[in-house]
């Protein structure tokens, strides 16, 4: 079994890639589309991730991506509230 990583970790992570593919997930959570607790579910994936230790490389050569990469345990998350984010925009 995967050990989970450091939560704060796995939190910037989150917000790296919320930055990486222009989805706000902060502005997301403070609008009510993104729950306190799927939130924690998102970071929670990130540390349970095995791709998670190659995801700083990736972020760090990435510039301006439209998503996450498949490998991504959030994915679908992020589609979703970017898709919910250009909605209201």
Request: net charge positive; hydrophobic share 35%.
């Amino acid at each position: 079994m995967q050990r989970l990583g450091h939560i704060m970790t796995h939190l910037r992570l989150v917000l790296r890639m919320g930055q990486a593919t222009g989805t706000d997930v902060v502005a997301a959570h403070r609008q009510g589309r993104l729950s306190q607790r799927d939130w924690a579910k998102m970071v929670r994936s990130c540390q349970g991730c095995t791709w998670a230790a190659k995801c700083p490389d990736w972020l760090d050569k990435t510039d301006g991506v439209v998503q996450p990469p498949n490998t991504c345990p959030n994915h679908k998350r992020f589609e979703v509230l970017k898709a919910q984010q250009s909605k209201g925009s």
